[in-house]
């Protein structure tokens, strides 16, 4: 087995220009140490069976300085970064969850509302037959003053010698009372 075979798996780490030498070392830490089912067995059977075991310890321990400095780097460079993410993902649950009891309370009011509703139905509705019944009063009431005005009206226009337009607005009104049912 052979440690010092790397082919650049560390290659995408924020380690900086003045710690090549930690690039370099991190180039020479064999592939499998990073594999997602890392199996220790075969390497520690390779340091029980090799004829230095003290050596390919040290080298193995020199290998795990050379891991931890860089994580030590790669969490320096991605801490705040990291930090910032944790909060704002907090505050996005924090709003999902108070949107989502709004919109709990809205449902429960709603029902409320439609139940409160239902039950005042028909009172609803006879109140809004009432103000159509009124509305049309009014509108009758209006009609009925206008045509209140029409005699003298007409007479201004006899006085005026306007006779066409005073039978006009004779017709005019003899219609609208007609079509009302005001008939005198």
């Known amino acids: 087995m052979n440690f010092g075979r790397g082919r650049g798996i560390f290659d995408g780490l924020p380690i900086p ?13 064999d592939e499998s140490w990073s594999a997602t089912r890392f199996d220790s067995l075969p390497h520690v059977v390779h340091i029980l069976t090799s004829r230095d075991r003290e050596g390919e310890a040290q080298f193995l ?22 930090n910032k993410a944790i909060q704002n993902y907090s505050q996005i649950l924090r709003l999902f969850s108070e949107s989502a009891e709004s919109i709990s309370m809205l449902k429960v009011d709603l029902a409320e509302s439609r139940e409160f509703l239902g039950s005042r139905n028909n009172q609803l509705r006879q109140m809004w037959y009432r103000s159509l019944t009124l509305r049309h009063i009014i509108s009758l ?13 007409i007479e201004k226009l006899i006085a005026e010698k306007q006779l066409y337009a005073a039978v006009q607005l004779h017709l005019q009104s003899t219609v609208m009372l007609e079509r009302e049912g005001l008939q005198v």
């Not at 009431?141 to 009206?153: A, N, Y």
Request: glycine residues 2%.
């Open 61 to 82: 321990k020199d290998q795990s300085d050379v891991v931890e400095e860089v994580v030590d780097h790669v969490v320096h460079a991605y801490h705040s970064g990291f």
């Open 141 to 153: 009431l209006d009609q009925i003053e206008s045509v209140s005005k029409v005699p003298s009206h």
């Open 17 to 29: 220009p003045e710690k090549s030498l930690l690039r370099e070392e991190l180039s020479k830490i």
